[in-house]
């Protein structure tokens, strides 16, 4: 009788993004799911090439990038930089500096354990009523963040949202801007 193989998860992956070739090493998110890693925190080089690449690509219509804070933070600078749009950061956290009232939307992703909240002070959601606005991420999974963030931009009236990533994981997302389609690997 035949066992059912079962496939192998490599230990890292290589990619090509922007020109930069990278080995993104493989870890378990979740029972039986596994990605490769993107690290662009300590990767000036990845991430001044995606982002130019990234600004290259930004529809002529986009007014404002939008993105959640945190570890790929860096490319919104060089996104920003590149296509001289101005830009609103989404934390993860409540800070005692935004203005109320604040706006919140909760998500989840592949890559946290449990649910998270994204919020939005009343300035910056003022200066996105009526703007269309490209939500830049590094990486595009299940599109919980997306999801969460266009919740909190739909409340602030933007008349027009894009969503541009260096890549995207799982099923293929052609609503999605993206240098990258990253595998997603099961047992």
Do not use: W
């Not at 990619?15 to 378990?28: F, K, S, Y």
């Not at 600004?55 to 986009?62: F, G, L, S």
């Not at 200066?127 to 602030?156: F, M, P, Q």
């Amino acid at each position: 009788m035949n066992e059912p193989r079962v496939p192998a998860i490599p230990s890292t992956v290589r990619v090509l993004i922007a020109g930069v070739t990278r080995d993104l090493v493989v870890h378990q998110v979740a029972p039986g799911t596994h990605l490769g890693i993107l690290l662009l925190a300590c990767d000036p080089e990845l991430t001044e090439a995606a982002g130019r690449e990234l600004a290259a690509r930004m529809p002529a219509d986009v007014d404002v990038l939008v993105m959640p804070d945190g570890k790929a933070q860096a490319l919104l600078h060089v996104v920003q930089r590149e296509s001289r749009r101005s830009a609103v950061l989404v934390r993860k956290e409540k800070k005692s500096y935004l203005v109320e009232p604040v706006l919140e939307s909760t998500a989840e992703s592949a890559t946290t354990t449990r649910p998270h909240s994204f919020y939005l002070g009343a300035d910056d959601a003022s200066r996105l009523n009526g703007k269309t606005v490209a939500i830049l991420d590094d990486v595009v999974s299940l599109g919980g963040t997306r999801r969460a963030i266009e919740a909190l931009l739909a409340r602030c009236g933007v008349k027009k949202t894009y969503m541009m990533a260096i890549g995207t994981e799982g099923q293929p997302r052609p609503d999605v801007i993206a240098l990258a389609h990253f595998e997603v690997y099961r047992c």
